[in-house]
Structure formats: structure tokens, C-alpha cells
């Protein structure tokens, strides 16, 4: 009623609602149109869910940069014309940026910040062609890709 008084329109085949960590579900009608209830939706970028976890959202991001990193394989990555230095750049821009997109607003368990350490590892190994049969430490990788881990990056 308010919407109409200002002359908006809610779409109602776009609204959706979700509740978060309620124990009824919520039930929101609008007119005799009943919204229907989900338990995840996007909002600019970043998946929410009713449960709060950010698995999904981890999912999604860590999905979205290993993307990009297979994207760039052979223009950058397999390209013995670029430096390392150039390929560390491309990396922090293209694949960092968007695996931490929204990362500012996470509070991450141990095991996700585990999950999102082991997926730039195994970026940077890849980048230093280094396989994991060469028994080369994290630690190394890192000193060798000049890069933080991801629990310095997200501190």
C-alpha cells in the first residue's frame, strides 16, 4: 500500500524472501500474490543463505577463480614471453580480486580459510610449475611467488 501511495511497483515474479536463522518460515503476501520463500539468492555479486554459512559463497568464488585461472592458461600462464613478476600481477588482479570479491564482509571458519589457502597454493604452484611430487613446502612457494598466504591476505 505504501509502494502504490508513491507510485512504485513491486515486480512480483522478481521478489523473493528469506529468512535467516528463523525457525517458522516467513510468508509475505502482497495483494492475494503469496512471495515465495528460497533459501539462497545473489545480491550484487555475493550469494546469501538462510543458514548463514558462507560455504556456498566460498563455492561460488573459489568456482568463479578457478575460471579466470583456466581462462588466462594460454595467454598468460603458458606464455615464456611474460616474466614471473608480470604473471604475479595478472594473478593478484584477475584471479585474487575475484576470489576475495565481498571478502572484507566474511567471517570464516579455520576450515574455509583452509579451503581458500589450498586453492591459491595450488594457483601459485601451478604458476611456478611446481607439482606437488617436488616435495616443495608451502612456505617456499610462497618466498618463490613473492606473495603472502591467504591467512595474511585475509587478516
Given at each position: 500500500?505504501?509502494?502504490?501511495?508513491c507510485?512504485?511497483?513491486?515486480?512480483?515474479?522478481?521478489?523473493?524472501i528469506?529468512?535467516?536463522?528463523?525457525?517458522t518460515?516467513?510468508s509475505v503476501?502482497?495483494?492475494?500474490h503469496?512471495?515465495?520463500?528460497?533459501?539462497?539468492?545473489t545480491?550484487?555479486?555475493?550469494?546469501?543463505?538462510s543458514?548463514l554459512?558462507l560455504?556456498?559463497?566460498?563455492?561460488a568464488r573459489i568456482?568463479?577463480a578457478?575460471t579466470?585461472m583456466?581462462r588466462?592458461?594460454k595467454?598468460?600462464?603458458?606464455?615464456?614471453?611474460l616474466?614471473?613478476?608480470?604473471?604475479m600481477k595478472?594473478?593478484?588482479?584477475?584471479?585474487?580480486?575475484?576470489?576475495?570479491y565481498?571478502?572484507?564482509?566474511?567471517?570464516?571458519?579455520?576450515?574455509q580459510?583452509k579451503?581458500?589457502?589450498?586453492f591459491?597454493?595450488?594457483?601459485?604452484?601451478?604458476?611456478?610449475?611446481?607439482?606437488?611430487r617436488d616435495?616443495?613446502?608451502?612456505?617456499?612457494?610462497?618466498?618463490?611467488?613473492?606473495?603472502?598466504?591467504?591467512?595474511v591476505?585475509?587478516?
Amino acid at each position: 500500500e505504501a509502494c502504490t501511495e508513491c507510485g512504485l511497483t513491486i515486480s512480483l515474479k522478481k521478489t523473493n524472501i528469506m529468512g535467516q536463522d528463523v525457525s517458522t518460515t516467513p510468508s509475505v503476501a502482497i495483494g492475494n500474490h503469496t512471495l515465495e520463500v528460497v533459501d539462497s539468492f545473489t545480491y550484487l555479486g555475493s550469494t546469501i543463505t538462510s543458514n548463514l554459512s558462507l560455504d556456498a559463497e566460498l563455492n561460488a568464488r573459489i568456482g568463479k577463480a578457478a575460471t579466470v585461472m583456466a581462462r588466462l592458461t594460454k595467454r598468460v600462464w603458458d606464455n615464456t614471453m611474460l616474466t614471473l613478476n608480470t604473471k604475479m600481477k595478472v594473478y593478484q588482479a584477475c584471479v585474487l580480486s575475484t576470489l576475495l570479491y565481498g571478502s572484507e564482509a566474511w567471517t570464516l571458519y579455520s576450515r574455509q580459510e583452509k579451503r581458500i589457502n589450498a586453492f591459491h597454493m595450488r594457483c601459485l604452484r601451478r604458476l611456478l610449475d611446481i607439482s606437488w611430487r617436488d616435495r616443495i613446502t608451502n612456505a617456499s612457494v610462497l618466498l618463490q611467488a613473492g606473495m603472502p598466504s591467504m591467512f595474511v591476505i585475509l587478516a
